[in-house]
């Protein structure tokens, strides 16, 4: 049984070093009053991120763009004179899109200030732009982009479930997921409103340090040998909370913030994840109860395979993530 869990690892472990973090693209089209139009395109474009870009039926982005790096990060930009296509009627179509697993958030600024914000995914890659639209706060699109980045972020979803193996009574689990949200909750506000800056890449490796850090503590209490986060895990999720919402101010900051409504959109994002995280925790528990209930002996004999799966991924990440910017 060993020697099988640890080829399962190994082999576990050659796939986490291909994982990265998801991230949503970016496409921002700007009516401007003199009768121009601004396109912007931001995507990821570390190795293994899927290939995509923005298509329009009137040829706009055909044409050589500008382009600019930051990071991981490629931005292109474009400009239509006047005497274009009309706006409203253009079909803007992601090319790619539908072989990856990234969502596009579409933000149309007209000319007469109103905006249009929608979200295209890979099973509905293009839209057709309607007219001038109310302005105001997408809902339903900040709220999606929060949920499904967090399920998306396969390293901010195994330090979830190391939590919920490292805890041992429900109202202590409540107390250490409760202390997780509010830390990355703040972090997450403060990164995004400028207050704080902190480079992406050593935040990730060290997000990916702290999994590492739950496994080998999920051991350690297995062991009969609890350490700080065994005893004390509410005091460790907050502390390490506060780095995982620097990673998810990261996400954010790909697709940016409607002017005028950073507030809101920030508190439809951040409740889109807290919405993701808990069900997530559901189904764990849910899962977990029924392994415990129909195959207990089982469960019993495999109970040190997850956090040596979790520990294993992450350890991979740390060496890919520093490797990165070093």
């Known amino acids: ?73 490629l931005v292109k930009t474009w400009r239509v004179p006047p005497k274009h296509a009309p706006l409203a009627g253009a ?21 007469d200030g109103s905006e249009l914000t929608r979200v295209l995914k890979p099973s509905d890659p293009s839209l057709k732009l309607p007219g001038a639209a109310q302005a105001g706060v997408p809902v339903r699109e900040y709220l999606q982009l929060g ?5 998306s972020g396969i390293d901010h979803l195994m330090y979830v479930l190391g939590l919920v193996l490292l805890v041992r009574t429900p109202k ?17 506000a403060l990164a995004s409103l400028g207050y704080i800056h902190v480079p992406a890449p050593p935040v990730e490796a060290v997000i990916a ?25 509410w005091l460790v999720s907050m502390s390490i909370g506060l780095l995982h919402g620097l990673g998810f101010a990261g996400a954010l900051s790909e697709v940016g913030l409607p002017a005028g409504a950073i507030p809101q959109a920030l508190l439809l ?5 807290e919405l993701g995280q808990i069900v997530f925790v559901t189904l764990v528990l849910a899962v977990g109860h029924a392994l ?3 195959v207990p002996r089982t469960t019993h004999s495999l109970r040190w395979v997850p956090p040596y799966a979790i520990g294993s991924f992450a350890s991979f990440w740390v060496i890919e993530r520093i490797h990165a910017f070093l």
Request: net charge neutral; glycine share 8%.
């Open 91 to 111: 079909t803007v179509d992601i090319e790619g899109l539908e072989n990856s697993i990234t969502d596009v958030l579409l933000r149309v600024v007209f000319a």
């Open 209 to 233: 340090l702290s999994i590492v850090y739950v496994a080998v503590e999920i051991l350690r209490a297995r062991e009969g040998k609890p350490g700080l986060a065994a005893r004390a895990p």
């Open 292 to 294: 415990v209930r129909y």
């Open 269 to 273: 994002f951040n409740i889109g994840i």
């Open 147 to 151: 949920f499904t980045h967090i399920w």
């Open 1 to 73: 049984m060993r020697r099988l869990v640890t080829t399962l690892l190994l082999l576990s472990g050659a796939f986490a070093a291909q994982a990265h973090d998801v991230r949503p693209a970016y496409l921002e089209i700007t009516e401007q009053p003199q009768g121009d139009i601004a396109i912007v395109w931001k995507t990821t474009v570390a190795p293994g991120a899927a290939v995509i870009a923005p298509h329009f039926s009137t040829g706009w982005t055909d044409a050589p763009a500008s382009i600019a790096h930051g990071g991981d990060a």
């Open 172 to 188: 202590l689990l409540l107390k250490t997921i409760t202390g997780f949200t509010i830390a990355h909750s703040v972090s997450l």
